[in-house]
T-cell receptor, first 113, second 115 residues
């Protein structure tokens, strides 16, 4: 079946602009995670959604970052007033509820110039 | 706070050599352990996982890992590597407290296998 998809695959933006990154999880996966993979920092958890519950936003690095998940499926990660340090690969993963195996999308490579 | 440490950042091997990649974690509670692999140009994919039971787990493509609780370690092994094993390998841990199964990651090990 279809895996996790993310769009765009690459995004180049100017410092100070806002960007939106999209994630389509695997159908039926109610848990959705966003991670960031930065050079030298490894992979970092950003935010977690589970069904209709309030998201766990504990990994968001600043209030310029926000995410939403509409209808329990598609999720959008928004970065406002982008900074150069936001340059990274943003990965989305989904899983069945309370299951540990996460399936990853291909990521969005964000470059802030 | 949980953390994961991978000891080898870059490994270069010849085909048929044996592989062992080190992974240590810090967390006092019950953990679940994973190795993920990212082949060039591909998604992260699960290589193997440990939840409970036999501490020696086998994964895809001939990989295995051993959980040693007393050492907080979960090292990845393969007796004989192939050129196609060239990839980035990530160790990750999650606890089973609460609903959030967020993964805590090591920095990764880049493996290059020469034919």
């Amino acid at each position: 079946g279809a895996g996790v998809s993310q769009s765009p695959s690459n995004k180049v933006t100017e410092k100070g602009k806002d960007v939106e990154l999209r994630c389509d999880p695997i159908s039926g996966h109610t848990a959705l995670y966003w991670y960031r993979q930065s050079l030298g920092q490894g992979l970092e958890f950003l935010i977690y959604f589970q069904g209709n519950s309030a998201p766990d936003k504990s990994g968001l690095p600043s209030d310029r970052f926000s995410a939403e998940r509409t209808g329990g499926s598609v999720s959008t990660l928004t970065i406002q007033r982008t900074q150069q340090e936001d340059s990274a690969v943003y990965l989305c993963a989904s899983s069945l509820p309370l299951v540990y195996e996460q399936y990853f999308g291909p990521g969005t490579r964000l470059t802030v110039t | 706070a949980q953390s994961v440490s991978q000891h080898n950042h870059h490994v270069i091997l010849s085909e048929a050599a044996s592989l062992e990649l080190g992974c240590n974690y810090s967390y006092g509670g019950t953990v679940n352990l994973f190795w993920y692999v990212q082949y060039p140009g591909q998604h992260l994919q699960l290589l193997l996982k440990y939840f409970s039971g036999d501490p020696l787990v086998k994964g895809i493509k001939g990989f295995e890992a051993e959980f040693i609780k007393s050492k907080f370690s979960f090292n990845l092994r393969k007796p004989s590597v192939q050129w196609s094993d060239t990839a980035e390998y990530f160790c990750a841990v999650t606890n089973n407290a609460g609903n959030n199964r967020k993964l805590i990651w090591g920095l990764g090990t880049s493996l290059a296998v020469n034919p």
